[in-house]
T-cell receptor
Framework: GENVEQHPSTLSVQEGDSAVIKCTYS??????FPWYKQELGKRPQLIIDIRSNVGEKKDQRIAVTLNKTAKHFSLHITETQPEDSAVYFCAARRDSSYKLIFGSGTRLLVRP | EAQVTQNPRYLITVTGKKLTVTCSQNMNHEYMSWYRQDPGLGLRQIYY???????DKGDVPEGYKVSRKEKRNFPLILESPSPNQTSLYFCASSLSDRFVQPQHFGDGTRLSIL
Protein backbone atom coordinates (compact mmCIF):
# COMPACT_ATOMS: atom_id res chain seq x y z
CA GLY A 1 0.00 0.00 0.00
CA GLU A 2 0.94 3.64 -0.05
CA ASN A 3 3.37 4.84 2.56
CA VAL A 4 5.55 7.81 3.40
CA GLU A 5 8.89 7.39 5.13
CA GLN A 6 10.28 10.31 7.10
CA HIS A 7 13.83 10.88 8.40
CA PRO A 8 15.28 11.59 10.84
CA SER A 9 12.94 10.76 13.70
CA THR A 10 14.74 13.27 15.93
CA LEU A 11 16.91 16.25 15.04
CA SER A 12 18.79 18.57 17.36
CA VAL A 13 20.35 21.76 16.00
CA GLN A 14 21.93 24.89 17.44
CA GLU A 15 19.92 28.07 17.20
CA GLY A 16 20.73 29.82 13.93
CA ASP A 17 21.68 26.62 12.11
CA SER A 18 19.62 25.03 9.35
CA ALA A 19 17.45 21.93 9.69
CA VAL A 20 16.48 19.52 6.93
CA ILE A 21 13.82 16.82 7.14
CA LYS A 22 13.37 14.33 4.32
CA CYS A 23 10.43 12.23 3.18
CA THR A 24 10.07 9.52 0.56
CA TYR A 25 6.73 8.43 -0.84
CA SER A 26 5.72 5.24 -2.60
CA UNK A 27 2.69 6.27 -4.69
CA UNK A 28 4.00 7.78 -7.92
CA UNK A 29 0.58 9.36 -8.54
CA UNK A 30 0.92 11.56 -5.44
CA UNK A 31 0.83 15.21 -6.39
CA UNK A 32 0.21 17.17 -3.19
CA PHE A 33 2.74 17.30 -0.35
CA PRO A 34 1.92 19.28 2.81
CA TRP A 35 4.07 19.77 5.89
CA TYR A 36 2.55 20.14 9.33
CA LYS A 37 4.05 21.46 12.56
CA GLN A 38 2.72 20.15 15.85
CA GLU A 39 3.73 21.84 19.07
CA LEU A 40 3.44 19.92 22.32
CA GLY A 41 -0.22 19.33 23.18
CA LYS A 42 -1.47 21.21 20.14
CA ARG A 43 -3.10 20.36 16.82
CA PRO A 44 -1.07 19.83 13.63
CA GLN A 45 -0.90 23.08 11.67
CA LEU A 46 -0.07 23.41 8.00
CA ILE A 47 3.15 25.38 7.52
CA ILE A 48 3.82 24.90 3.83
CA ASP A 49 2.68 22.70 0.96
CA ILE A 50 3.79 21.99 -2.57
CA ARG A 51 2.15 20.54 -5.64
CA SER A 52 3.88 18.34 -8.14
CA ASN A 53 3.96 20.97 -10.87
CA VAL A 54 6.65 22.93 -8.98
CA GLY A 55 10.04 21.84 -7.71
CA GLU A 56 10.48 24.29 -4.87
CA LYS A 57 8.44 26.65 -2.72
CA LYS A 58 9.66 29.12 -0.13
CA ASP A 59 7.98 31.06 2.65
CA GLN A 60 10.36 33.21 4.68
CA ARG A 61 12.63 30.82 6.63
CA ILE A 62 11.01 27.60 5.43
CA ALA A 63 11.21 25.97 2.04
CA VAL A 64 10.15 22.67 0.53
CA THR A 65 11.79 20.93 -2.41
CA LEU A 66 10.32 18.12 -4.46
CA ASN A 67 12.05 15.54 -6.64
CA LYS A 68 9.31 13.63 -8.45
CA THR A 69 11.73 11.32 -10.23
CA ALA A 70 13.21 10.12 -6.95
CA LYS A 71 9.85 10.41 -5.15
CA HIS A 72 11.17 12.43 -2.28
CA PHE A 73 10.59 15.86 -0.82
CA SER A 74 12.31 17.82 1.91
CA LEU A 75 11.59 20.59 4.39
CA HIS A 76 14.33 23.15 4.95
CA ILE A 77 14.29 25.55 7.89
CA THR A 78 16.98 28.22 7.92
CA GLU A 79 18.12 30.40 10.84
CA THR A 80 16.35 28.14 13.31
CA GLN A 81 14.87 29.62 16.47
CA PRO A 82 13.82 27.94 19.74
CA GLU A 83 10.16 28.40 18.77
CA ASP A 84 10.78 26.11 15.79
CA SER A 85 11.07 23.24 18.28
CA ALA A 86 8.14 20.90 17.55
CA VAL A 87 7.23 17.68 15.76
CA TYR A 88 7.06 18.03 11.99
CA PHE A 89 5.02 15.73 9.76
CA CYS A 90 5.18 15.33 6.03
CA ALA A 91 2.29 13.88 4.04
CA ALA A 92 1.40 12.91 0.50
CA ARG A 93 -1.83 12.65 -1.43
CA ARG A 94 -3.13 12.35 -4.98
CA ASP A 95 -5.97 14.51 -6.34
CA SER A 96 -8.09 11.47 -7.16
CA SER A 97 -7.89 10.13 -3.60
CA TYR A 98 -9.11 11.51 -0.33
CA LYS A 99 -6.46 9.65 1.65
CA LEU A 100 -3.70 11.75 3.15
CA ILE A 101 -0.72 9.54 4.07
CA PHE A 102 1.48 10.91 6.84
CA GLY A 103 5.09 10.25 7.68
CA SER A 104 5.93 9.16 11.21
CA GLY A 105 7.16 12.59 12.29
CA THR A 106 10.43 14.32 13.18
CA ARG A 107 11.00 15.83 16.59
CA LEU A 108 13.07 18.98 16.08
CA LEU A 109 14.87 20.52 19.03
CA VAL A 110 16.51 23.90 18.58
CA ARG A 111 19.07 24.51 21.33
CA PRO A 112 19.45 28.15 22.44
CA GLU B 1 -13.95 32.23 13.60
CA ALA B 2 -13.32 29.29 11.28
CA GLN B 3 -12.75 26.19 13.34
CA VAL B 4 -13.08 22.45 13.82
CA THR B 5 -14.50 21.60 17.25
CA GLN B 6 -14.08 18.23 18.92
CA ASN B 7 -15.73 17.02 22.11
CA PRO B 8 -14.78 15.80 24.58
CA ARG B 9 -11.14 16.89 24.77
CA TYR B 10 -10.31 14.20 27.29
CA LEU B 11 -12.08 10.97 28.23
CA ILE B 12 -11.18 8.07 30.47
CA THR B 13 -13.54 5.13 30.18
CA VAL B 14 -13.68 1.36 30.46
CA THR B 15 -13.56 -1.47 27.97
CA GLY B 16 -16.85 -2.15 26.21
CA LYS B 17 -18.66 1.05 27.11
CA LYS B 18 -19.87 2.69 23.89
CA LEU B 19 -18.64 6.23 23.32
CA THR B 20 -18.96 8.94 20.69
CA VAL B 21 -16.52 11.72 19.91
CA THR B 22 -18.18 14.60 18.13
CA CYS B 23 -16.64 16.78 15.45
CA SER B 24 -18.18 19.91 14.02
CA GLN B 25 -16.87 22.45 11.49
CA ASN B 26 -18.26 25.87 10.62
CA MET B 27 -16.52 26.35 7.27
CA ASN B 28 -19.05 24.54 5.05
CA HIS B 29 -16.35 22.02 4.14
CA GLU B 30 -17.37 18.95 2.15
CA TYR B 31 -14.47 16.76 3.26
CA MET B 32 -14.00 15.54 6.82
CA SER B 33 -11.69 12.94 8.27
CA TRP B 34 -10.67 11.22 11.49
CA TYR B 35 -7.09 10.36 12.45
CA ARG B 36 -5.47 8.69 15.41
CA GLN B 37 -2.00 9.68 16.55
CA ASP B 38 0.26 7.22 18.34
CA PRO B 39 3.93 7.67 19.30
CA GLY B 40 6.27 6.72 16.46
CA LEU B 41 3.41 6.09 14.04
CA GLY B 42 2.41 9.59 13.05
CA LEU B 43 -1.20 10.23 12.10
CA ARG B 44 -3.18 7.36 10.63
CA GLN B 45 -6.49 7.87 8.90
CA ILE B 46 -9.47 6.03 10.38
CA TYR B 47 -12.40 7.13 8.21
CA TYR B 48 -13.15 9.99 5.88
CA UNK B 49 -16.22 11.53 4.30
CA UNK B 50 -16.42 13.28 0.95
CA UNK B 51 -19.87 14.75 1.63
CA UNK B 52 -23.17 14.06 3.39
CA UNK B 53 -23.97 10.33 3.48
CA UNK B 54 -20.65 9.48 1.73
CA UNK B 55 -18.00 7.85 3.88
CA ASP B 56 -15.09 5.48 3.32
CA LYS B 57 -12.49 3.56 5.31
CA GLY B 58 -9.01 4.88 5.89
CA ASP B 59 -6.03 2.81 6.93
CA VAL B 60 -7.17 1.75 10.42
CA PRO B 61 -11.00 1.53 10.46
CA GLU B 62 -11.36 -1.59 12.63
CA GLY B 63 -13.36 -0.95 15.79
CA TYR B 64 -14.72 2.41 14.65
CA LYS B 65 -17.86 3.70 12.98
CA VAL B 66 -18.74 7.08 11.54
CA SER B 67 -21.78 8.84 10.16
CA ARG B 68 -22.30 11.99 8.09
CA LYS B 69 -25.94 12.98 8.31
CA GLU B 70 -25.20 16.71 8.17
CA LYS B 71 -22.45 18.56 6.38
CA ARG B 72 -21.04 20.17 9.52
CA ASN B 73 -20.89 17.07 11.78
CA PHE B 74 -18.82 13.90 11.57
CA PRO B 75 -18.99 11.87 14.80
CA LEU B 76 -16.62 8.99 15.56
CA ILE B 77 -18.26 6.05 17.32
CA LEU B 78 -16.53 3.33 19.30
CA GLU B 79 -19.20 0.68 19.83
CA SER B 80 -17.11 -1.50 22.15
CA PRO B 81 -13.87 0.32 23.02
CA SER B 82 -10.77 -1.69 23.83
CA PRO B 83 -7.44 -0.64 25.42
CA ASN B 84 -5.68 -0.64 22.02
CA GLN B 85 -7.89 2.28 21.04
CA THR B 86 -6.27 4.44 23.68
CA SER B 87 -4.87 7.24 21.57
CA LEU B 88 -5.01 10.90 20.60
CA TYR B 89 -7.70 11.51 17.98
CA PHE B 90 -7.94 14.38 15.52
CA CYS B 91 -10.77 15.43 13.28
CA ALA B 92 -9.97 17.45 10.16
CA SER B 93 -11.91 19.14 7.40
CA SER B 94 -11.21 20.77 4.05
CA LEU B 95 -12.88 22.06 0.94
CA SER B 96 -13.27 19.40 -1.68
CA ASP B 97 -13.03 20.48 -5.25
CA ARG B 98 -11.00 19.49 -8.28
CA PHE B 99 -7.71 20.05 -6.48
CA VAL B 100 -6.61 18.92 -3.06
CA GLN B 101 -7.12 21.53 -0.35
CA PRO B 102 -5.26 21.93 2.95
CA GLN B 103 -6.86 20.32 5.95
CA HIS B 104 -7.85 22.14 9.14
CA PHE B 105 -7.47 20.11 12.33
CA GLY B 106 -9.43 20.19 15.55
CA ASP B 107 -7.69 20.44 18.95
CA GLY B 108 -7.72 16.69 19.51
CA THR B 109 -9.41 14.24 21.86
CA ARG B 110 -7.30 12.15 24.20
CA LEU B 111 -9.03 8.82 24.89
CA SER B 112 -7.93 6.38 27.57
CA ILE B 113 -9.63 2.99 27.56
CA LEU B 114 -9.00 1.02 30.76
Amino acid sequence: GENVEQHPSTLSVQEGDSAVIKCTYSDSASNYFPWYKQELGKRPQLIIDIRSNVGEKKDQRIAVTLNKTAKHFSLHITETQPEDSAVYFCAARRDSSYKLIFGSGTRLLVRP
Amino acid sequence: EAQVTQNPRYLITVTGKKLTVTCSQNMNHEYMSWYRQDPGLGLRQIYYSMNVEVTDKGDVPEGYKVSRKEKRNFPLILESPSPNQTSLYFCASSLSDRFVQPQHFGDGTRLSIL
